[in-house]
């Protein structure tokens, strides 16, 4: 279920039970964190998998999101129009290396970063390694990603972790620019 505008939708879950989805309760956590930073915010849902996490910023606020994913993106694209908020999005088919790219190219940077890569594959460090590079997030801006808890942090040049909170099996490490 979604929060803020959209309200009560339930979002379609995927029939590939490789994907794991952020659980409703990490969601509710991370954005009662964010919950002063998401308006007007400009968003990415790096590895969106449902587009659950970029909808849920949509709704609480976010002037826009881009979604990225490899494999799902009918499924973002669903969740969005059931959500009705399909107008600020942009959907990306893409490796996330060539989307973060792509962002670069198109768009100038965003407030609020939001990695979620599938577990174990040090997906996390190439992603922050990218951002960093491509200079993706802006001044104030955060990143957040969604780890197993019994990862490493992932290295992260020019970016300072400032805070961890574990969920049952999962974690989420924010950080901000390192400079």
Same mark, same amino acid.
């Given at each position: 279920?979604? /929060? =803020?505008?959209?309200? %009560?939708?339930?979002?379609?879950?995927? !029939?590939?039970?490789?994907?794991?989805?952020?659980? %409703?309760?990490?969601?509710?956590?991370?954005?009662?964190?964010?919950? #002063?930073?998401? *308006?007007?915010?400009?968003?990415?849902?790096?590895?969106?998998?449902? =587009?659950?996490? @970029?909808?849920?910023?949509?709704?609480? %606020?976010?002037?826009? /999101?881009?979604?990225?994913?490899?494999?799902?993106?009918?499924?973002?694209?669903?969740?969005?129009?059931?959500?009705?908020?399909?107008?600020?999005?942009?959907?990306?088919?893409?490796?996330?290396?060539?989307?973060?790219? !792509?962002?670069?190219?198109?768009?100038?940077?965003?407030?609020?970063?939001?990695?979620? #890569? #599938?577990?174990?594959? *040090?997906?996390?460090? !190439?992603?922050?390694?990218?951002? /960093? @590079?491509?200079?993706?997030?802006?001044?104030?801006?955060?990143?957040?990603?969604?780890?197993?808890?019994?990862?490493?942090? #992932?290295?992260?040049?020019?970016?300072? /972790?400032?805070?961890?909170? =574990?969920? %049952?099996?999962? !974690?989420?490490?924010?950080?901000?620019?390192?400079?």
């Amino acid at each position: 279920m979604i /929060a =803020g505008a959209a309200r %009560g939708i339930a979002l379609n879950s995927p !029939k590939d039970t490789r994907m794991r989805p952020t659980s %409703g309760r990490v969601r509710e956590s991370l954005f009662n964190i964010l919950a #002063p930073s998401i *308006n007007d915010a400009t968003f990415l849902d790096l590895f969106a998998g449902t =587009g659950a996490v @970029g909808i849920e910023a949509l709704s609480r %606020g976010a002037v826009s /999101a881009v979604f990225v994913d490899r494999d799902s993106t009918r499924l973002i694209k669903a969740n969005l129009a059931r959500a009705r908020l399909q107008t600020n999005a942009i959907v990306m088919m893409a490796d996330f290396s060539a989307a973060l790219e !792509k962002c670069k190219k198109y768009y100038t940077s965003f407030n609020i970063i939001y990695i979620d #890569p #599938p577990y174990y594959q *040090n997906l996390a460090s !190439k992603s922050l390694e990218l951002i /960093a @590079g491509y200079d993706l997030l802006n001044k104030n801006g955060i990143v957040i990603i969604e780890m197993a808890r019994d990862e490493d942090l #992932p290295a992260a040049r020019g970016f300072t /972790a400032y805070d961890a909170r =574990g969920y %049952g099996k999962s !974690k989420l490490i924010f950080y901000k620019r390192g400079d």
